[in-house]
């Protein structure tokens, strides 16, 4: 378990390459749907070297991650789950 920038930086620079200085932009209206009307594309790359991995399983190709950007008034995180 740990930050995905130092843990998995592949990922993090897998995901975020290419995409220059401006990112991968979500506006809000797509990024908080939650549920089934959920677009699992519908993310925001910059929040990425941010989050926590909170899972690791040797030659996955899945990960968890919570996201300290996006915090519930319950003052939990969000959750990610990448997966090919």
């Not at 401006?22 to 209206?29: H, S, T």
């Not at 993310?43 to 190709?61: C, G, N, Q, V």
């Amino acid at each position: 378990m740990g930050w995905a920038r130092d843990l998995a930086l592949e990922l993090v620079t897998g995901w975020t390459d290419g995409y220059g200085d401006a990112g991968f932009r979500v506006g809000d209206e797509d990024c908080f749907v939650y549920g089934e009307a959920q677009d699992p594309v519908s993310f925001r790359l910059e929040y990425l070297p941010h989050t926590l991995k909170i899972s690791h399983t040797p030659e996955a190709t899945d990960v968890y991650l919570l996201n300290p950007c996006v915090v519930t008034s319950d003052g939990e995180w969000e959750a990610w789950y990448l997966a090919h």
